[in-house]
């Protein structure tokens, strides 16, 4: 039987709290720390150049003396709005803390770099400060208070049925000595995290103990929730122990099986995949098992220069189609959105297990916003002054695009459709558009 991982009790940030409090001000967080886009000067709007120049005669006047970073006490709600508990307000001024950056970029574009250039009344230090008390306060530290607030919020978008499809796979964090374990859910191309795990480059005392842990846990909240976890995930995932216990646990499965698996057949023949299949001229499927274990559909198709063979496990009178192992490749895309010229993450120079924890926490709820967003975005009658060509954009780059450069005419409407995001994800409500 599996057991459920609910919160302690005692914690002093419960899901409540959290998403109607951290939610809300973690995105007043990011914003500001964003690379905004440079413009040359001649590019510049008068209103533009004006608030870019403000930077020299005390920016922080313009914003008030309200820090982005709660103080190291934290912050409760019901006191003085401001830019850190009220996403109104500080949507209200965040086009002017932005505009500095536009004529002063940081020199490297760190998060520290970042954090000494806001425009706040405080020293470079002081601002440091906050920074690190932040990322390392209780409800940043604990990732599965992210999964407990966007699980049940998110799940009805990419359900399938009483499937719900999860990405899972690793990706490695610019330090070089840690990687992240992440699930997601899949969306028209791009991904909702729902739970992450920051590991050493090396985890101890295995990688397939770590993801059992991990794929465990979740599986628990997925059928609390009414449906059964479907776990799309690459060659890495593969070893029959780790398949055994999915299916004993009630998850289902679609995996790529290496080609160096052996299998037995429905007669009782043992062959290696890849030794029997090199390549496969047409699609076709039989039943097998894996190491003589683990039942599973076996699907084999030629895609490029290698074949792949992919393990399918479904409950009893569940449909998936094997071709949606496409949508693995989603995640990976959202890696790219991650780092690059994205959001950075691959040059903000974390070098501590807390502080990459903690910055994830924010970035991956930030990624959900900015996918979110260019979902809401889409058939909308306005969104060609936004981007020439938004078929070609995916949802994360529209949601990036229509909060870093809106047109005049167009911000009232990107920041009510923003409003209705945070509000949903704050809320708790999971209506409004799909």
Known sequence: MLQSHHLESNSPFTESRWSKHLLLQTFAVFIPLAPPPVKPLHQLTSHQFALASQRKRGLGKVCGTTSPFPSHHGSRLGHKPSFRTNPALFLKVRYRVTGAFLLHPPARPTLS????????????????????????????????????????????????????????????????????????????????????????????????????????????????????????????????????????????????????VSVVSEEGERF??????????????????????????????????????????????????????????WIEEGFRDLKGAGLGLDRHLLRTRASLVGWLSLLFLAQVMLVLLGAGLEGRPWLHRLVAHPERQSLFTLGRLALAQPPPGLKGHILRLFHRVLAELAGGRKGGRK
């Open 272 to 329: 290696v995949l890849k030794a029997r299949y090199p390549r496969v001229p047409a699609p076709f499927s039989f039943r097998a098992k894996l190491k003589g274990e683990v039942p599973v559909h076996l699907f084999l198709s030629q895609e490029g220069e290698e074949p792949w063979y992919l393990a399918l496990s479904l409950p009893e009178g569940s449909f998936f189609e094997p071709q949606g192992y496409a949508w693995r490749m």
């Open 113 to 260: 770099a970042y954090a000494r250039n806001l425009p706040l009344p405080y020293s470079a230090q002081a601002k440091l400060n906050r920074l690190w008390r932040y990322l390392r306060h209780p409800a940043l530290q604990n990732p599965w208070i992210l999964t407990r607030a966007l699980l049940p919020l998110l799940s009805p978008r990419a359900a399938k049925g009483k499937l719900l499809p999860l990405l899972v796979d690793w990706t490695p964090l610019e330090d070089g000595k840690h990687q992240a374990l992440v699930a997601a859910l899949p969306l028209r191309g791009r991904v909702l995290v729902v739970a992450f795990e920051v590991c050493p480059s090396s985890p101890w005392p295995s990688a397939s103990r770590v993801e059992a842990r991990f794929l465990y846990r979740l599986t628990a909240w997925v059928k609390e929730l009414g449906f059964v976890p479907l776990f799309l995930a690459d060659r890495g995932f593969d070893a029959t122990a780790l398949l055994k216990r999915l299916k004993d646990w009630g998850a289902a499965f679609l995996i790529r099986l290496k080609g160096t």
